[in-house]
């Protein structure tokens, strides 16, 4: 068993230097997640607490709209895109449900959601990760429809799925002292029903067609501006990091676990936890001024959005935070660049390049 651990870490770190980058035209993306990747699934989302929809979000993005985009401009996924020579996927509420925008991936990811389903309640409506993984199993009931059932899995088992949840059962549910969770587990027993709930849905997405999916970890929350609010002194909140760390760790045992099982899968663990520490520590040596505080200037443990009325800093690529909870923009460009180069390129991490002022 031992011996069997080891030959499969082996693997993984052969797929994760030697993944060549897919040919354009071919590549197909699906991606599941929170709003550090969502796209705007959560405006359709009538009752929904967690929206981006209005100003200052998207004051950076393209003609300066407020896209439903947690940040001010571009997400590392948006970024990502970009550098892989796609277009970044369509949110998946903003298709028809026959729309053929549905071959080339969607962007399931919603605002406020998590690996549990109760993480998040109180934003009224989010997609859950079980939400999204029906959604997705929708969208291959409508491929099939389109192309046959044996291209379809072709379509499904080659596209490549981007999966980042797990920030808000911690944030936005096991951290808030008035909900449930905190009180009733310990953390050895959350991050023991997070790490089971993720394996039957990461299985359930292999059951789909999924393949080649890879799991963004989580960074260091304990230094976002809303936890950090919690500290006499601004400072990290180390229990929260270490909490993180574990969590980290356990989804890459899972990973490593779960390719030694299912067939053909090649998933691997991005773990962007140390390359965030580094922007939050070191702003400066990124071009960055303020990493401790958010440019909206909206610090609260609770609320932390950027709304219409904040007072917002007059140089937003000086803040690797954006909002309480979220990096800003030019702080993505830093991070999506030295994911992509773990991910894609084949060499080591070169040191990130200042981002554009
Ligand atoms: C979570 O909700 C989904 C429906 O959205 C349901 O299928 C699933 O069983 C629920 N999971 C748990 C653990 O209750
Ligand atoms: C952020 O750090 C700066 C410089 O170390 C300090 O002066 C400031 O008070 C800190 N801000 C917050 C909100 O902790």
Same mark, same amino acid.
């Given at each position: ?5 080891h ?21 197909v993306? =699906?991606? *599941? ?8 699934n !959560? +405006?359709? $989302? &009538?009752?929904? @607490? %967690?929206?981006?929809?209005y ?23 948006d ?28 962007n ?51 596209? =490549?799925? *981007? ?8 944030? !936005? +549910?096991? $951290? &808030?002292?008035? @909900? %449930?969770?905190?009180?009733?587990y ?25 393949r ?27 229990q ?38 580094d ?25 932390? $959005? ?24 030019a ?21 990130a ?5």
């Open positions: 068993m031992e011996f069997r651990g030959i499969l870490i082996v693997l993984i770190v052969t797929v994760l230097v030697a993944l060549p980058v897919p040919a354009a035209a071919s590549l993306t =699906f991606v *599941f997640g929170d709003s550090l990747t969502e796209v705007g !959560n +405006n359709y $989302l &009538q009752l929904s @607490l %967690a929206k981006a929809n100003p200052f979000y998207g004051i950076d993005f393209t003609g300066g709209k407020a896209t439903g985009r947690f940040t001010n401009g571009r997400t590392i996924g970024i990502i895109s970009a550098k892989l020579g796609i277009p970044s996927p369509p949110a998946y509420l903003s298709l028809s449900p026959t729309d053929d925008a549905i071959l080339k991936g969607v399931y990811a919603s605002g406020g959601a998590g690996i549990l389903n109760e993480t998040g309640l109180y934003f009224i409506e989010r997609l859950t990760f079980d939400d999204q993984i029906n959604n997705f199993k929708k969208t291959k009931e409508t491929i099939k429809n389109k192309i046959g059932a044996e291209a379809a899995n072709k379509l499904c088992n080659e596209a =490549f799925y *981007f999966i980042g949840l797990g920030s808000n059962d911690y944030v !936005n +549910n096991f $951290l &808030q002292p008035f @909900l %449930a969770d905190g009180q009733q310990t953390h050895d027993e959350f991050v023991e029903l997070l790490i089971s709930t993720l394996g039957d849905q990461l299985i359930r997405l292999h059951q789909l067609g999924a080649k999916m890879v799991f963004h970890g989580l960074g260091p929350l304990g230094c976002i501006p809303s936890q950090r609010v919690k500290s006499k002194r601004g400072i990290c909140l180390k929260v990091n270490q909490w993180v760390k574990e969590f980290n760790s356990k989804v890459q045992n899972l990973v490593t676990n779960l390719n030694g099982h299912l067939p053909s899968a090649q998933m691997t663990f991005a773990d962007t936890y140390q390359d965030v520490m922007l939050i520590d070191n702003p400066t040596a990124f071009g960055f001024k303020v990493s401790n505080t958010s440019c909206c200037n909206v610090d609260t443990s609770v609320g932390g $959005l950027c709304m219409p009325n904040s007072k917002v800093c007059s140089n937003r690529a000086d803040y690797v935070f954006w909002d309480a909870f979220h990096p800003s923009d702080a993505n460009e830093v991070l999506a660049e030295r994911f992509y180069n773990s991910l894609f390129a084949n060499k080591a991490p070169s040191p390049p200042l981002p554009s002022h």
